[in-house]
Nanobody, 118 residues
Framework: QVQLVESGGGLVQAGGSLRLSCAASGRSFSSYVMGWFRQCPGREREFVAG????????YYAHSVDGRFTISRDNAKNTVFLQMNSLKPEDTAIYYC???????????WGQGTQVTVSS
């Protein structure tokens, strides 16, 4: 069982920055493929950023590419999402997720709220 706990959400003005963290349990964190998703009220959960299964390269949704950066610290079992130049449309609950295999994300955190005011 893998437990994921997000933190770092909050209220920020448009143009500002936030850094989300996701702490993971488990001894094999370095082998997990990690990702970030978000969900706005009334909308489907959508992919934001993650690491590719094969080579571990980061990749991003078009809407955040160039503004958000995903990174990880395997020594601390933590994955981060640096969010810059935030826009009101980035307002959502942000979730981190862990994949143990290439087919799907297996574990999810409880989410952290990000609100961007205009």
């Amino acid at each position: 069982q893998v437990q994921l706990v997000e933190s770092g959400g909050g209220l920020v003005q448009a143009g500002g920055s936030l850094r989300l963290s996701c702490a993971a349990s488990g001894r094999s964190f370095s082998s997990y493929v990690m990702g970030w998703f978000r969900q706005c009220p009334g909308r489907e959960r959508e992919f934001v950023a993650g690491f590719s299964w094969g080579g571990g390269s980061p990749y991003y949704a078009h809407s955040v590419d160039g503004r958000f950066t995903i990174s990880r610290d395997n020594a601390k079992n933590t994955v981060f999402l640096q969010m810059n130049s935030l826009k009101p449309e980035d307002t959502a609950i942000y979730y981190c997720a862990a994949a143990l295999g290439p087919a799907k994300y297996d574990y999810w955190g409880q989410g952290t709220q990000v609100t961007v005011s205009s």
